[in-house]
């Protein structure tokens, strides 16, 4: 089991340093003559400890950018949500979740601080699944745009699954309610009580089944968190089990069912920031991940060959293609910024506004410096090289340690994404 996990990610690793090259050697055809340009949206390294904006390139190589960076985010397409707002609660929540867990730039902090963040939620209470997910979804209420929840709104709740894949597994899911000073009961106990609605042996027929409740006093307010993990889990194994879920409220010491409204809980009446949500922790499996850097790789050789049959062979496109024989440096990593904004996609990323991926370039010349951080391997294959350069080609300076950047989206279904994508982001460089 331990060889075959080294050997998944020494193949993963090999996958998306193989993507870092072909959008560094994309990035280097630019436009000449009369082929008409666009901005770039990319940022790389000027040879003189600067960045500097890839100001044109062509419609065709820009395509095939975006296509290579939506790839690298495990995304088909780009989403397209009909239309969004920041001020509701799911987004504001987890731009508030992104901006703890992650620096400004989105590169992921080693230690996540457990203080408290907005809307009275504590770091500390959901630390646990925060490192053990992947991707942490934000769903908001569409109960009423399904036809037998519609009627009672406050009551109900409708969370859309559908962009979660059964490969996907649940390490957690909450549902956030938030609630108001109720109208009388002051001190009393209630029990907020949440089911799954389900379906019965008729068409017709539908039956509840709880899945989780909490425990309130009336003149408590600010946000109530109930643990709907098996619920969730339902949801991902059998998509078409998803129904929606009913509330019912309590007073325990008489046994009556309340109004929610009158108990104070917020409904789709109320404040945008305030509205109820369901957040959900995600563990991708291996299979997943493999899949998607297999068609990346895939992609990338199509785009390659198409790149080199149909683009004319420009000046910069011979200096992406034999970059030795022009830049004499030695092994480093380089800067190459991406711009979400210059690449028209403000519109569903929401946090960063660009990620700083680097790249590796320069020679493994002998003699090879410590800085270089070189294998034993390529020390020995230097000296080869050194003595009969046509017996061994010199080591090629690639990535040597790769880290995770998180970005935060919407999706097609306005749910809002914080995915932890590993191995984006260049750290250091070696000659191997």
Same mark, same amino acid.
């Not at 707002?85 to 992104?98: H, I, K, Q």
């Not at 339902?234 to 998509?239: D, M």
């Not at 199509?302 to 420009?314: G, K, R």
């Not at 011979?318 to 380089?334: F, L, N, T, V």
């Given at each position: 089991?331990?060889?075959?996990?080294?050997?998944?990610?020494?193949?993963?690793?090999?996958?998306?340093?193989?993507?870092?090259?072909?959008?560094?050697?994309?990035?280097?055809?630019?436009?000449?003559?009369?082929? #008409?340009?666009?901005?770039?949206?990319?940022?790389?390294?000027?040879?003189?400890?600067?960045?500097?904006?890839?100001?044109?390139?062509?419609?065709?190589?820009?395509?095939?950018?975006?296509?290579?960076?939506?790839?690298?985010?495990?995304?088909?397409?780009?989403?397209?949500?009909?239309?969004?707002?920041?001020?509701?609660?799911?987004?504001?929540?987890?731009?508030?979740?992104?901006?703890? @867990?992650?620096?400004?730039?989105?590169?992921?902090?080693?230690?996540?601080?457990?203080?408290? @963040?907005?809307?009275?939620?504590?770091?500390?209470?959901?630390?646990?699944?925060?490192?053990?997910?992947?991707?942490?979804?934000?769903?908001?209420?569409?109960?009423?745009?399904?036809?037998?929840?519609?009627?009672?709104?406050?009551?109900?709740?409708?969370?859309?699954?559908?962009?979660?894949?059964?490969?996907?597994? #649940?390490?957690?899911?909450?549902?956030?309610?938030?609630?108001?000073?109720?109208?009388?009961?002051?001190?009393?106990?209630?029990? @907020?009580?949440?089911?799954?609605?389900?379906?019965?042996?008729?068409?017709?027929?539908?039956?509840?089944?709880?899945?989780?409740?909490?425990?309130?006093?009336?003149?408590?307010?600010?946000?109530?968190?109930?643990?709907?993990?098996?619920?969730?889990?339902?949801?991902?194994?059998?998509?078409?089990?998803?129904?929606?879920?009913?509330?019912?409220?309590?007073? @325990?010491?008489?046994?009556?069912?309340?109004?929610?409204?009158?108990?104070?809980?917020?409904?789709?009446?109320?404040?945008?920031?305030?509205?109820?949500?369901?957040?959900?922790?995600?563990?991708?499996?291996?299979?997943?991940?493999?899949?998607?850097?297999?068609?990346?790789?895939?992609?990338?050789?199509?785009?390659?060959?198409?790149?080199?049959?149909?683009?004319?062979?420009?000046?910069?496109?011979?200096?992406?293609?034999?970059?030795?024989?022009?830049?004499?440096?030695?092994?480093?990593?380089?800067?190459?910024?991406?711009?979400?904004?210059?690449?028209?996609?403000?519109?569903?990323?929401?946090?960063?506004?660009?990620?700083?991926?680097?790249?590796?370039?320069?020679?493994?010349?002998?003699?090879?410096?410590?800085?270089?951080?070189?294998?034993?391997?390529?020390? #020995?294959?230097?000296?080869?090289?050194?003595?009969?350069?046509?017996?061994?080609?010199?080591?090629?300076?690639?990535?040597?340690?790769?880290?995770?950047?998180?970005?935060?989206?919407?999706?097609?279904?306005?749910?809002?994404?914080?995915?932890?994508?590993?191995?984006?982001?260049?750290?250091?460089?070696?000659?191997?």
């Amino acid at each position: 089991m331990g060889r075959m996990s080294v050997q998944v990610n020494r193949y993963t690793f090999n996958m998306v340093v193989n993507l870092h090259i072909s959008i560094v050697v994309v990035l280097l055809i630019c436009c000449v003559d009369d082929i #008409v340009c666009w901005s770039s949206g990319y940022y790389i390294d000027n040879g003189v400890d600067q960045t500097e904006k890839l100001h044109e390139i062509n419609p065709r190589s820009k395509r095939e950018l975006q296509q290579e960076i939506l790839t690298l985010l495990g995304l088909h397409h780009r989403p397209k949500p009909k239309v969004h707002t920041n001020d509701y609660s799911a987004p504001r929540f987890m731009l508030d979740l992104y901006n703890t @867990i992650a620096g400004a730039d989105g590169i992921l902090l080693d230690d996540t601080p457990s203080f408290r @963040i907005a809307g009275n939620i504590s770091i500390g209470d959901i630390i646990e699944p925060i490192q053990g997910a992947d991707v942490i979804m934000s769903f908001v209420n569409r109960a009423k745009k399904v036809p037998h929840l519609r009627h009672e709104k406050d009551r109900t709740f409708f969370f859309d699954f559908s962009e979660v894949t059964v490969e996907e597994k #649940v390490v957690k899911a909450e549902l956030r309610l938030f609630k108001d000073k109720a109208k009388k009961w002051k001190s009393n106990d209630f029990q @907020i009580q949440i089911y799954m609605i389900k379906q019965g042996p008729d068409p017709e027929d539908k039956y509840l089944e709880s899945v989780g409740n909490v425990t309130t006093k009336a003149d408590h307010v600010g946000w109530l968190t109930l643990d709907l993990t098996k619920a969730a889990e339902l949801w991902t194994r059998y998509p078409t089990a998803n129904l929606g879920l009913y509330m019912k409220i309590k007073f @325990i010491r008489k046994g009556s069912e309340v109004d929610p409204d009158k108990f104070g809980i917020v409904g789709h009446r109320g404040a945008k920031n305030r509205q109820p949500f369901l957040t959900g922790f995600f563990k991708a499996s291996q299979k997943v991940n493999l899949r998607k850097t297999r068609a990346a790789e895939r992609y990338k050789r199509q785009a390659m060959q198409d790149m080199s049959a149909d683009e004319p062979e420009t000046p910069a496109y011979r200096y992406a293609r034999y970059p030795r024989r022009i830049r004499r440096w030695p092994c480093q990593r380089k800067q190459m910024f991406v711009k979400f904004k210059d690449l028209g996609w403000q519109s569903w990323i929401i946090a960063p506004d660009g990620f700083q991926a680097f790249y590796c370039e320069g020679e493994c010349q002998f003699p090879l410096a410590a800085h270089m951080n070189a294998t034993n391997h390529a020390i #020995v294959q230097t000296l080869v090289h050194l003595m009969n350069p046509k017996q061994a080609p010199s080591p090629g300076c690639a990535p040597t340690k790769l880290g995770a950047q998180s970005v935060l989206y919407f999706d097609d279904n306005l749910n809002v994404v914080l995915q932890k994508f590993p191995m984006m982001i260049v750290k250091s460089c070696g000659c191997h």
